[in-house]
């Protein structure tokens, strides 16, 4: 992976990521296609109408279904997919821990029982490592050990010094199959935990980053604390982050989350919020959220968003789009994951264009007054 630092406004950066499959402008918000498949679209509509240069896929779901071996024989996610571009997969530790009934994190992995079926699955480092080779993905994530909060201190400490045990061997294992020739043209990242505590998110962040990884990711946030903890967690963090290398907020967030994290120097987001908003009604627009099952909307002949150069804006009504969310037509669900994204994947591209002219604060300013 080559990552190149092109300009800063304050703390906010615009690089670019180049992987074997794609280049990646950022700040870059990736789509989420949890099982291989961005939800209601197909890869001709991310890559054409969305222009997305990176999606996720999710190790847990690949590995349970259709199996990571299935995928290799496939010709891996880029040619079972048809999407040609890059994809980030994370580790599967998250859904092992949050899909599972039962899920225990013990010393050298993480025990859970299929969603699907309730079979009994072990993931350890080496493991993942192995499933996300056969998945081909270009940046893979390693296995950490997560905390349900609210935890004790102790448990917290556990959680840390777990997660980096887990790194030191991750790291040695991945760079050891690259020396075989396995996964060369792979990328792996390592995620830096510790809660909403500052002591602890400095010493893993300080532990991971001398490590030997292509880029790192903040994790364990936005999980129900409130904005200003998350803004301040991750500014306090990314102190300890190499200038040098991509840095990644896991499952964030709203257009605003965005916007506070690349002003604190983050590089990469993902989240399902634009795909599973659409799907609910909510709508993503320059001037805040609208409900499209409002009434007012009836017989509304503007587009979604006046501004939005989307499919979906450059053809249709509010009053369509409206009459399709409540008669729950399929097509809904497409045009409206078509609007989420592209506003999401606009934003980013408006943002990356003002840090390029050193005026990020004038389009935070902007921003914000439209919403207002
Ligand atoms: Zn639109």
């Avoid at 409130?226 to 306090?236: G, I």
């Avoid at 963090?237 to 965005?258: A, F, I, W």
């Avoid at 709508?283 to 499209?292: A, C, H």
Wanted: proline share 3%; net charge neutral.
């Amino acid at each position: 992976m080559q990552f190149t630092l092109e300009a800063r406004s304050k703390n906010a950066r615009a690089a670019t990521i180049k992987t074997a499959h794609s280049t990646i402008k950022t700040p870059v918000f990736m789509p989420v296609g949890t099982i291989g498949s961005v939800k209601s679209l197909d890869a001709e509509d991310v890559l054409n109408l969305l222009g997305a240069e990176i999606i996720l896929a999710n190790t847990y779901h690949m590995y349970l279904r259709p199996g990571d071996k299935v995928v290799a024989k496939m010709g891996k996610l880029h040619n079972f997919t048809k999407y040609p571009k890059s994809f980030l997969t994370d580790s599967g530790g998250f859904q092992a821990f949050s899909l599972s009934d039962i899920s225990k994190p013990m010393e050298n992995g993480i025990e859970f029982r299929s969603h699907i079926d309730g079979s009994k699955h072990f993931f350890t480092p080496k493991k993942v490592i192995d499933i996300q080779t056969n998945l081909g993905s270009d940046i893979m994530m390693i296995l950490d050990d997560l905390v349900a909060l609210p935890a004790t201190q102790e448990r917290i400490k556990v959680s840390i010094e777990r997660t980096t045990a887990w790194a030191q061997e991750s790291i040695d294992y991945f760079r050891s199959q690259q020396a075989k020739g396995i996964c060369v043209d792979q990328n792996i990242f390592a995620i830096i935990q510790g809660g909403t505590d500052k002591a602890f998110r400095k010493k893993s962040a300080t532990e991971l980053c001398a490590m030997d990884y292509d880029g790192f990711a903040i994790g364990g946030l936005s999980v129900g604390e409130l904005n200003k903890e998350m803004y301040d967690t991750v500014e306090h963090t990314v102190q300890y982050m190499p200038e040098d290398k991509p840095r990644y907020l896991m499952g964030v967030g709203t257009p605003e989350d965005l916007i506070e994290n690349i002003e604190r120097g983050v590089d990469m987001f993902d989240c399902v919020m634009p795909t599973r908003n659409a799907r609910n009604g909510t709508l993503f627009t320059s001037f805040g959220r609208i409900n499209i099952k409002g009434a007012k909307f009836k017989e509304d002949t503007s587009p979604i968003d006046e501004e939005c150069q989307c499919l979906t804006c450059k053809t249709y009504s509010r009053a369509y789009i409206s009459h399709l969310f409540r008669s729950k037509e399929l097509t809904y669900f497409r045009l409206a994951t078509i609007h989420n994204l592209h506003y999401y994947l606009n934003l980013m591209r408006e943002v990356r264009a003002a840090i390029l002219e050193d005026k990020f604060a004038e389009f935070k300013e902007e921003f914000y007054r439209k919403r207002s």
